[in-house]
């Protein structure tokens, strides 16, 4: 309908303008704390989606994690505890699998249904589903976990329901060219000392440590991809999630990342802090993010912008 080809025009409008800021206010050398140092060159965006999805998966094809056999590690606690089961097994695969965005926009979308439909449900940091089960569903299959969320006591990591005998996968970035050794030295928080707690008292719980150096992999496609210098930090776990399950997954469902009409400047569906820059971005390069997301979706725009999900098929019948 026109009103909801009226709304697409508009937020890509939004998206663009967010951008734009974005390149031109932040490029003092000290707005850049992770040292990035971009060579690559800029690649066109006006290709079919699927070459796009192809560029993707050429770039980032799988995330990697903390294996413990690093020379950063193989001295550490941290090398005994890594689950022997990896994240995603090399040939572990589901149909539908479904992305939850934390944004304000799933309130009142009715989405719980089908989002417990789907054979693998992905979730973030500490997003309930309990009392908002209707809108967001019940069903987690893996949480990605940021290190604020583990490390910081507000969030009670090692005591809460919502962290056990599910995959976790937790990340903190390193510096753009950093090692892995000067990352395990000065995490931007301690990422570590929560994991081997939480290892060592949820043995069963399938929890990975993300290799921080994926984050620029995952920035540099960003980039290059983008006609605008983007924002010199790593992409929020929403574009992380999608990288995540695109080789496991036949289709992956993202809900609300890209905002429907029911956007609102809440940020989170489970609590009532107003912050537009939850969704268009300010510290994560999200509108760089958003605008590469709608390229690859295959949904239509009723579906996109009433119901509110982007559809993006997996890696593994994609021909490139
Ligand atoms: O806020 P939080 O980081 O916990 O949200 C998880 C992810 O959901 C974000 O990284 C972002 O990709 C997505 N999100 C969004 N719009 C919002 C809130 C979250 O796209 N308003």
């Known amino acids: 309908s026109k009103r909801i080809i009226a709304y697409k025009n508009r937020l890509i409008i939004r998206l663009r303008s967010v951008l734009h800021d974005e390149s031109s206010v932040f490029r003092s050398k000290y707005d850049n704390p992770y040292n990035v140092n971009y060579k690559g060159l800029q690649k066109s965006i006006n290709i079919p989606p699927h070459q796009l999805l192809c560029r993707l998966k050429e770039s980032v094809p799988r995330i990697n994690t903390i294996t413990g056999n690093e020379s950063a590690f193989k001295t550490t606690l941290i090398k005994k505890l890594v689950p022997h089961t990896p994240l995603f097994e090399e040939n572990e695969h589901y149909n539908n699998c479904a992305i939850v965005s934390n944004a304000g926009a799933l309130n009142g979308s009715n989405l719980g249904n089908f989002i417990d439909q789907h054979d693998l449900v992905l979730r973030f940091n500490h997003a309930p589903t309990q009392g908002f089960e209707k809108d967001v569903g019940s069903k987690t299959t893996i949480r990605i976990l940021n290190s604020q969320v ?14 056990s005998n599910i995959k976790l996968l937790a990340w903190d970035p390193c510096n753009y060219t950093s090692t892995l050794d000067k990352w395990r030295d000065k995490p931007d928080f301690d990422i570590f000392t929560p994991y081997i707690k939480h290892r060592m008292a949820k043995p069963n719980t399938n929890f990975h440590i993300l290799d921080p150096r994926v984050l620029w992999t995952l920035w540099d496609f960003l980039q290059s991809h983008t006609p605008v210098r983007i924002r010199r930090n790593p992409p929020s776990s929403g574009f992380l999630g999608l990288s995540l399950l695109l080789p496991h997954c036949r289709k992956v469902h993202m809900f609300e990342y890209i905002p429907s009409v029911r956007l609102t400047p809440r940020c989170h569906y489970f609590d009532n802090e107003v912050d537009t820059s939850c969704t268009f971005g300010v510290w994560h390069p999200l509108a760089a993010e958003k605008l590469i997301t709608l390229a690859l979706n295959e949904e239509n725009e009723y579906v996109t912008f009433e119901t509110g999900y982007v559809s993006i098929p997996g890696y593994k019948y994609l021909s490139c």
């Open 150 to 163: 583990v490390s910081k006591k507000e969030f009670k990591f090692l005591k809460s329901k919502l962290y």
